[in-house]
């Protein structure tokens, strides 16, 4: 049998514990293969191979160009390819460092050739609040993956958390209806699997032959149908393991995370929790909008989307936020501004938004951002961000007019 890869990753480490040893003893033939960044300081990254009875094997990979990460990527598809070689393991468990995030170790992974059947975010929902509000730099807390790692917690683990298809919840008593309601208008579309722990490795179970025992108990060569694909596989019924072997497509993860056509939540309202969708087709003047950033910003425990500044009519920008921290970058032209001809050079996702969300007069340009958090106030926000548009003088005057307006965002888009 060919070898799978699932990918588990997440700030909450002990939830990402919790989510391995489950698939250890939900999948026969599985082992995790994990890369500890914590020693990098001292010029290396220790790996361990380990299965459900203990550690397997281990070694060291040198920093690469003073990164970590970097160690990871190419330690990662070699140690990959030897257990694909090795045969003895149907399903390789990645199991992600705290700080790394899921999307470059998903693709590293696929251009080696190898086969991504999963990506899991571990979550535990009483730390979701507190970790979407941590604007601390990843370095000031012991996590960057580089010297050069200017990353958030907050940022971080909203990235873990929107990448993947599949979050693995784990049962937390600090919990309440709140977190968990976060969680679902954070990632609408996830498949939320709840984790329990593993039963107890000592727990020994009454004494029963081969033809009794339960796929889990059974050791791979006794396996029945071990052609099969392992999601087709009877042992394969447990939650955690049908949704990480369901298969997993890189191209689409990525371009649903791309700010031109992100799959953004829906408006929502439950448990004290709102999510506010604002969507307009006139653009933002660029000083009213910049002097409001702050006040944007802190509104919500996260905020992500795209916008349109009017002295900046043809550049689709991308709104970032978490953790009282803002990012605001380029993400290419509106397609409205391109010639027809270019337009076969665009990925057909990103035409089937634009044509999704087409005006006859300014084609794809729109604001189109989600607040989303505990507490929101709506119709404040809505206020606020309204009063950033051009006014109706100011729309009327056109597109050379609005090119003329002060560009209070060079510095922080680095013109």
């Not at 729109?366 to 505990?374: A, G, I, K, W």
């Amino acid at each position: 049998m060919s070898l799978s890869v699932v990918i588990v990753g997440g700030l909450h480490a002990d939830a990402r514990r919790a989510t391995v040893a489950r698939l250890l003893a939900d999948v026969p033939g599985s082992v995790v293969l994990h890369h500890d960044l914590a020693t990098a300081a001292a010029g290396t990254v220790v790996r361990t191979v380990r299965d459900a009875t203990g550690i397997l094997a281990a070694g060291e990979a040198p920093l690469v160009d003073d990164c970590a990460c970097c160690a990871l990527r190419e330690d990662l598809v070699p140690e990959l390819r030897r257990l694909a070689d090795d045969g003895a393991t149907s399903l390789a468990i990645v199991e992600l460092w705290d700080s790394v995030e899921p999307k470059a170790m998903a693709e590293v992974v696929v251009a080696g050739g190898l086969t991504v059947t999963g990506v899991v975010t571990a979550v535990d929902p009483a730390l979701l609040l507190p970790c979407l509000g941590n604007g601390d730099d990843l370095a000031d807390v012991g996590l960057a993956a580089a010297a050069t790692d200017q990353r958030t917690v907050a940022d971080t683990f909203a990235r873990q958390l929107e990448y993947a298809p599949v979050l693995a919840v784990v049962d937390s008593e600090e919990a309440d209806d709140e977190d968990r309601e976060l969680l679902a208008q954070l990632h609408p579309t996830a498949r939320q699997v709840r984790i329990t722990p593993p039963a107890r490795a000592n727990a020994q179970p009454p004494e029963r032959s081969g033809a009794e025992r339960p796929y889990a108990e059974l050791p791979h060569a006794e396996l029945p149908h071990a052609e099969l694909p392992y999601a087709e596989l009877p042992y394969a019924r447990s939650p955690l393991a049908r949704a990480v072997l369901a298969g997993f497509d890189v191209e689409s993860a990525a371009a649903a995370q791309h700010p031109a056509c992100a799959l953004l939540p829906a408006e929502a309202d439950g448990h004290g929790v709102s999510t506010l969708v604002w969507h307009r087709r006139r653009p933002f003047h660029p000083e009213r909008l910049y002097a409001a950033l702050e006040d944007l910003t802190c509104a919500a425990a996260r905020s992500r989307g795209r916008f349109w500044l009017a002295d900046r009519p043809d550049v689709l920008l991308h709104w970032d936020a978490a953790g009282g921290a803002l990012c605001v970058e380029s993400a290419g032209p509106w397609l409205a501004s391109l010639p027809d001809a270019a337009w076969e050079l665009v990925p057909p996702v990103r035409r089937a938004a634009a044509a999704l969300d087409w005006h006859p007069e300014h084609g794809d340009c729109c604001q189109h951002l989600v607040f989303t958090s505990p507490g929101l106030d709506r119709d404040g926000l809505a206020r606020l961000l309204e009063s950033c548009l051009l006014t109706d003088a100011e729309y009327a005057a056109g597109r050379a007019a609005w090119k003329r307006l002060p560009p209070a965002f060079d510095t922080l888009l680095e013109v």
